[in-house]
């Protein structure tokens, strides 16, 4: 069972627009929500993180916007640019009696020029 | 920065046969996690472990076994290495508490074909 749920699967979007990823979790347990990016060929690297105390985050273009309640969020990047074309994963992890970090299926991000 | 070191960084296997993949994390950290990328499913957990000589199943565990002698070592064992097995393989470790414990750092990746 997917723990870990994230649409679309791939997204195009124009320099300069909004990108909207999303993704749904099924545990409650979990208390830290992290987004991380890939490169081809790269390992994934952490790129913005929530836990559940707080509703949104933002690190400079990018923002994650979280929903306990739905167990929804999702992760915007405003003036995407060509070079955040990358794999965008959604994860979730715990600490104390849940220590799993799973994935979710990913979501690829084009920006074209 | 935190450092885990993948090894081999590629490795061609013959179906039946054992492939053994090591991981090695030199910033006491307390949990490790293995992982397993094919196209379109994204990461998959397999095992993963908080504390030395302990280990749990992950998601996918079926057809792989894990070590974890030491903090600092984490092996990945496929005992009879079958097709379906073929796939990038990834280590992660992080810290238990204190500093960014939350934050994932992965070795570079196992690139396993198995023929």
């Known amino acids: 069972q997917q723990q870990v749920r994230q649409s679309p699967q791939s997204l195009t979007v124009w320099e300069g627009e909004t990108a909207i990823l999303n993704c749904s979790y099924e545990d409650s347990t979990f208390d830290y929500f992290p987004w991380y990016w890939q490169f081809p060929r790269e390992s994934p690297a952490l790129l913005i993180a929530?836990?559940?105390?707080?509703n949104k985050k933002e690190d400079g273009r990018f923002t994650i916007f979280f929903n306990k309640r739905e167990k929804k969020l999702s992760l915007h990047i405003t003036d995407s640019q060509p070079g955040d074309s990358a794999t965008y994963f959604c994860?979730?992890?715990?600490?104390?009696?849940?220590?799993?970090?799973?994935f979710g299926a990913g979501t690829r991000l084009k920006v074209i020029a | 920065e935190a450092a885990v070191t993948q090894s081999p960084r590629s490795k061609v296997a013959v179906t039946g046969g054992k492939v053994t993949l090591s991981c090695h994390q030199t910033n006491n950290h307390d949990y490790m996690y293995w992982y397993r990328q094919d196209t379109g499913h994204g990461l998959r957990l397999i095992h993963y472990?908080?504390?030395?000589?302990?280990?749990e199943k992950g998601d996918i565990p079926d057809g792989y076994k894990a070590s974890r002698p030491s903090q600092e070592n984490f092996s990945l064992i496929l005992e009879l290495a079958s097709l379906s097995q073929t796939a990038v393989y990834f280590c992660?470790?992080?810290?238990?508490?204190?500093?960014?414990?939350?934050?994932?750092?992965f070795g570079a990746g196992t690139r396993l074909s198995v023929l």
């Open positions: 992660a470790s992080r810290a238990g508490t204190g500093g960014a414990p939350y934050t994932l750092y």
């Open positions: 472990s908080y504390v030395a000589d302990s280990t």
């Open positions: 994860a979730a992890s715990g600490d104390t009696g849940n220590y799993k970090y799973v």
């Open positions: 929530i836990r559940p105390v707080s």
